[in-house]
């Protein structure tokens, strides 16, 4: 009897049990429908301003190219543009020349770029504990700016190292022209080499080092193990890194303009330039050029992922753990303190002084004690008083800033997205894919694309701050997407499910524990991007209009109109204001407890 009872109450608990769990299963079953409702709404709704940022200008640009009427007037299909450009007796010269520009600049970057790095991570050279400098002199040195100090430096009639050089031996040439197509070379990887740096630092980092004991356990030198075992193992960095150094030197702007114009050295895009902004305008034959550089541009992506086939066979870290090794230079490594020294001079060291120096000059001239003694402030009165000069900082700071925010809060929208709900649909995936596709587009195809976007649809924003806002959250979003990836990774998913199991919604979790947990990345990337739009110059070129100058335009025109030590002035201003500005970003960064610092997100 006893043993009957026992049963039935192990009988009726175990109905309980299974009551209960499929009561609770069910309730799990509701909370899941009620969190990807909102969640499928969030997916669709970041597809479509991704794609409605994204393409519309891109897309714009591919059907105006076969336009045969202007900006603003009813589209007309027809081939005259093309028929227009490739009459063009120098497009293909100036095609070519792109070509091997690009192809020798990013070489040549690269493979210094290696050296920086490897120099850096794994070697015990002193400068390592300095590398960070190559995070600054792309904030602190715009393009448009370095090439200007470089021209200072080595112009063959005013070049400070010219002048010296002539004045010590008497002779009447030269010893450097930046005037050539060897200038334009040298400059073009003094303004690529920190971000070739910052790109392969990472690499370097975290790669195992086993593979290269192992080498030199078998005997092999340093020499050949850096051949067989070390670059082949990074191969898709590499390659990648040289493809998006081609890429950034085919579409630049700041060296053809200042440097291709005057000597006559033309560019591809110094033919998308010209055919935009000389009179009469050509905007049709500059949306066909910049449709066969977006062309070029998508093939050499698609060689790169062909190459590659499975990444797979290059991966070297797997579920071991692994501490990373230096090498040890022994006698080398004076030579590799001074190698690193020297570029850091090239690339801003020679640049800066070279400005602070012609900002106190009335005439570019060498340094000497005489031409102390005309030493003058007039060049910063003069800068202050340049026209647009001080709209243009103000317009570059609040642009800048508002395309920050916002590019960060769509940025972060996509990544949590991408990596927290279930994408089933594969919405978050060609989200993330179409945000990240202007990392390989240059700036004045985005540029071009949009002005003829807003020529053609009158919404008011053509002519106004706001579209060239447009076009930095546009260029920017591919490294707040990344930037806030990297800071969400960090952050484990039992946060959030430990406050969905205590009843949270859906949006009161990513209020209280997501951004309350990566407030730090998100500042990091609003303020990143901010100072990124600061520095743009290739799409503003073609967007900007009276009243609504940018910093970087405004430094192009002094330039051109001949106002050089204005010039120095304006800029070592500007620096001085960005270099306290990273001073307190830095001081932000402690108290905010952020333990690393602004990424360069070009990966």
């Given amino acids: 009897m006893a043993e009957a009872r026992t049963n039935h109450r192990m009988r009726n608990r175990r109905y309980w049990c299974v009551a209960q769990s499929y009561r609770s299963s069910r309730m799990d079953c509701r909370t899941v429908r009620s969190w990807l409702a909102p969640i499928r709404l969030a997916q669709a709704a970041s597809l479509i301003v991704v794609s409605l940022l994204v393409l519309p200008p891109l897309l714009v640009l591919l059907v105006s190219a076969f336009s045969s009427q202007p900006p603003g007037a009813a589209l007309s299909f027809s081939f005259d543009n093309a028929e227009r450009a490739f009459s063009n007796k120098y497009l293909f010269g100036s095609l070519l020349n792109s070509l091997i520009y690009a192809a020798c600049t990013a070489s040549l970057v690269l493979i ?47 070049g400070l190292f010219n002048q010296m050089y002539q004045g010590i031996t008497g002779a009447t040439t030269p010893l450097f022209d930046v005037y050539s197509f060897h200038g334009m070379i040298l400059v073009g ?8 740096f910052l790109w392969l630092q990472p690499v370097f980092r975290s790669m195992n080092p086993d593979l290269e004991e192992a080498a030199r356990i078998s005997g092999a030198s340093h020499c050949r193990t850096m051949l067989a075992v070390t670059l082949p193992s990074i191969a898709p960095a590499l390659l990648g890194a040289w493809l998006m150094f081609f890429i950034y030197s085919f579409g630049a702007l700041s060296v053809p303009i200042l440097i291709g114009l005057p000597s006559k050295i033309f560019l591809y895009s110094t033919e998308i330039y010209l055919a935009s902004t000389k009179i009469p305008t050509n905007y049709g034959a500059a949306s066909f050029y910049s ?85 003058t402030w007039q060049n910063f009165g003069n800068a202050l008083n340049y026209g647009p000069a001080m709209r243009a900082i103000w ?124 407030a730090p990345t998100l500042i990091s990337a609003a303020i990143y991007v901010s100072l990124r739009s600061f520095r743009e110059y290739a799409a503003s070129l073609f967007l900007i209009t009276p009243g609504n100058e940018v910093f970087s335009v405004v430094v192009l025109d002094m330039w051109q109109g001949g106002n050089t030590n204005t010039l120095a002035a304006y800029t070592v201003m500007v620096m001085i204001g960005l270099m306290l500005m990273l001073v307190a970003i830095s001081v932000l960064n402690r108290r905010l407890g952020v333990r690393h610092a602004v990424p360069l997100a070009k990966v």
């Fill in 395 to 518: 317009n570059s700071f609040w642009i800048g800033s508002v395309a920050g925010v916002i590019t960060t809060a769509i940025g972060a929208t996509v990544a949590w997205l991408k990596l927290r709900s279930d994408d089933r649909f594969r919405m978050m995936m060609l989200s993330e894919q179409i945000g990240t596709l202007p990392i390989a587009v240059p700036g004045m195809i985005v540029g071009v694309g949009l002005m003829w976007l807003f020529l053609t649809i009158p919404v008011g924003i053509y002519a106004s701050p706001w579209i060239l806002m447009l076009a930095y959250v546009i260029l920017h979003l591919p490294y707040s997407i990344r930037m806030c990836a990297s800071g969400l990774v960090q952050l484990h998913p039992e946060l959030e499910e430990a406050a969905r199991v205590a009843g949270a919604s859906w949006s009161r979790v990513l209020q209280r524990v997501v951004l309350a947990l990566i």
């Fill in 291 to 375: 449709i066969l550089l977006l062309a070029m541009t998508a093939v050499a992506i698609v060689i790169y992922n062909r190459l590659m086939g499975s990444k797979d066979r290059y991966a070297t870290i797997r579920g071991k753990s692994f501490n990373p090794r230096r090498f040890q230079l022994g006698p080398y490594r004076v030579w590799v303190d001074a190698a690193m020294f020297l570029v850091v001079m090239l690339t801003a060291g020679l640049p800066i002084l070279i400005l602070i120096w012609n900002a106190f000059m009335p005439y570019p001239q060498v340094p000497t004690l005489d031409s102390l003694k005309t030493a």
């Fill in 189 to 196: 990887i003094l303004q690529e080499l920190p971000l070739a």
């Fill in 112 to 158: 210094m770029g290696i050296f920086l790095a490897f120099a850096v991570e794994r070697t015990n050279c002193r400068f390592s504990r300095y590398a960070e400098v190559f995070s600054v002199i792309p904030v602190l040195m715009p393009a448009v700016t370095l090439v200007s100090a470089w021209i200072m430096l080595l112009s063959p009639r005013s």
